[in-house]
C-alpha cells in the first residue's frame, strides 16, 4: 500500500469531508460484501427454473470464487498507481453490471458470467474500500475494516432470503435493491477526495505475486511439509 495524502488536513474544494468519505466507503464495503452473499439464497430458485445440476451450481459458485481470487492477486494493489477514487468507481460500475446481468439472466452461463464479474468487482474493491477507510480514519479503520465483511455477508444473507421469502419477483428484486445501493454509493465516492499518492508502474503491478515474510517462512515451510505428510498418511480403516 503506498504512502497515503493527507485529505483531512486542507481537503480540495467541492471534495467530500473525510468523515462523509469513511461512511460512505464502509457502506461500499458492506454492500460489496452483501453482493457475494446474496445470490446464495437463490440458487434454489435458479435451481427450479432453469433446471440446473449440481454440478452447474459448483460452477456458478466457483466463478465467483476464482475470479475474486484473480483480482485479489491482480489488481489488489491497483488503488496505490491510479488513485482510490477510479478504482472504487471502477468496481462500482463492474458491481452495477453484475447485478443487471443477475436480472436478466436466463440461463446457467448468465449466472456463470455474472457471479465472475460480481467477484472480480469484490476483489478490486475490497483492498481499496479498506485502504480507503485506513487513509481517512487510522484511529478506528481497523475496527471499521474488520467490521465491514462479516456485516455484508449476514445482510446479504439474510436480506437475500427475506426478499425471497416474502417478496415479489426475488431473482429480479434482491438486485435491483444491490443496484440502488451501488449507484447512490458511487455518486456520493464521485466526490471523495483522492487520498494515495499514486506511484508508476501500474502495469507491472498487475503481474500476480504471492509473498511470505521472511520471519515466517521457516514455520510457513514446516506447516505446509506437515500438512503434506498429513493428507499423504493412508486414513485408518
Known amino acids: 500500500m503506498s504512502a497515503s495524502a493527507d485529505p483531512c488536513a486542507s481537503p480540495p474544494p467541492g471534495t467530500l469531508s473525510c468523515y462523509v468519505t469513511t461512511a460512505t466507503a464502509v457502506a461500499a464495503a458492506i454492500t460489496f460484501s452483501a453482493t457475494g452473499a446474496a445470490p446464495t439464497p437463490l440458487y434454489y430458485e435458479y435451481q427450479q427454473h432453469f433446471g440446473l445440476t ?17 483480482a485479489l492477486l491482480t489488481v489488489g494493489s491497483l488503488s496505490d498507481y491510479i488513485g482510490r477514487r477510479p478504482t472504487i468507481l471502477a468496481a462500482l460500475t463492474l458491481n452495477v453490471l453484475a447485478m443487471i446481468l443477475f436480472m436478466t439472466a436466463g440461463s446457467a452461463a448468465a449466472l456463470i458470467v455474472a457471479r465472475a464479474m460480481q467477484g472480480f468487482a469484490n476483489g478490486l474493491a475490497i483492498t481499496t474500500l479498506a485502504a480507503t477507510i485506513l487513509d481517512t480514519d487510522k484511529e478506528r479503520a481497523p475496527v471499521l475494516n474488520s467490521f465491514t465483511a462479516f456485516a455484508g455477508l449476514s445482510a446479504g444473507t439474510l436480506g437475500a432470503g427475506a426478499l425471497v421469502t416474502f417478496a415479489p ?38 503481474w500476480p505475486r504471492v509473498h511470505v515474510p521472511r520471519a515466517a517462512r521457516a514455520t510457513f515451510a514446516a506447516t505446509t511439509m506437515r500438512g503434506c505428510r498429513a493428507s499423504s498418511s493412508p486414513s485408518p480403516a
Do not use: H, R
Open 54 to 70: 449440481p454440478f452447474m451450481i459448483t460452477m456458478i459458485f466457483a466463478a465467483y470464487v476464482l475470479c475474486l481470487l484473480l
Open 169 to 206: 419477483a426475488p431473482e429480479q428484486l434482491v438486485f435491483v435493491v444491490l443496484l440502488v445501493l451501488s449507484v447512490v454509493e458511487a455518486a456520493i465516492l464521485w466526490f471523495m477526495p483522492e487520498t494515495a499518492t499514486t506511484k508508476p508502474g501500474t502495469l507491472a503491478s498487475l
